[in-house]
């Protein structure tokens, strides 16, 4: 398998792979839409992108300590990421196409930080790539891959307002009663300068 560049790669390095492993990239396409699609054209999603960068990147690889060194470490230092509760995460059967598709639970602690990154003031790209992530999270595999490959149509078929739509849906199904979808701004377009909310404001 051919070995892709390092996350921090160049976008034009990025797109210069995809293209000689005969991938589409579209115009519009940033360097993580084209890690996710370098992902999505795998049979698994065990490839090098994953893999330590160069030195020099941020992402330099951090070795960690050896594990005999864990009789080392004081109690109040010792942290774990079991909470000791356990669910069985349920599913919701919506359609997508026509196509019936699973949304499945996803845990609390990623819909509190989804919470925290769709505020009104947030940049635009980064309330979508948010979205992107949650719905990710929660479709079924095969749902995921064929939201993804809509997304990037050629044709600008896609309908931006998806991904707000079913973000709304985890959230009323499954958010902690402090969260409402209301509240959240899952909308897939920026807001208009003012100057073009004065001109808007005129044509009335």
Not at 150 to 167: P, Q
Not at 192 to 203: D, F, I, L, V
Request: net charge negative; proline share 6%; glycine share 4%.
């Amino acid at each position: 398998m051919a070995t892709a560049p390092a996350r921090t790669a160049p976008k034009a390095r990025w797109a210069k792979f995809l293209n000689e492993q005969g991938i589409d990239v579209p115009d519009s396409a940033t360097r993580a839409d084209m890690i996710d699609l370098w992902r999505l054209n795998q049979d698994d999603h065990d490839g090098d992108v994953d893999a330590p960068a160069e030195a020099g990147s941020l992402e330099y690889f951090r070795p960690a300590p050896d594990e005999r060194l864990a009789d080392q470490v004081p109690g109040d230092l010792s942290f774990s990421t079991d909470s000791g509760e356990r669910r069985d995460p349920e599913k919701l059967l919506i359609s997508i196409d026509g196509k019936p598709t699973y949304l499945y639970q996803p845990s609390t602690a990623l819909l509190m930080l989804v919470a925290g990154s769709l505020s009104a003031e947030a940049p635009i790209e980064d309330r979508l790539r948010t979205m992107l992530n949650l719905v990710s999270q929660c479709l079924d595999s095969e749902a995921e891959r064929l939201v993804r490959a809509r997304m990037f149509a050629r044709d600008n078929s896609f309908d931006d307002g998806l991904l707000g739509k079913l973000v709304a849906t985890i959230i009323n199904k499954w958010a902690p009663y402090t969260l409402d979808a209301a509240d959240l701004d899952t909308s897939s377009k920026p807001k208009a300068s003012r100057q073009q909310r004065r001109a808007a404001a005129r044509a009335k």
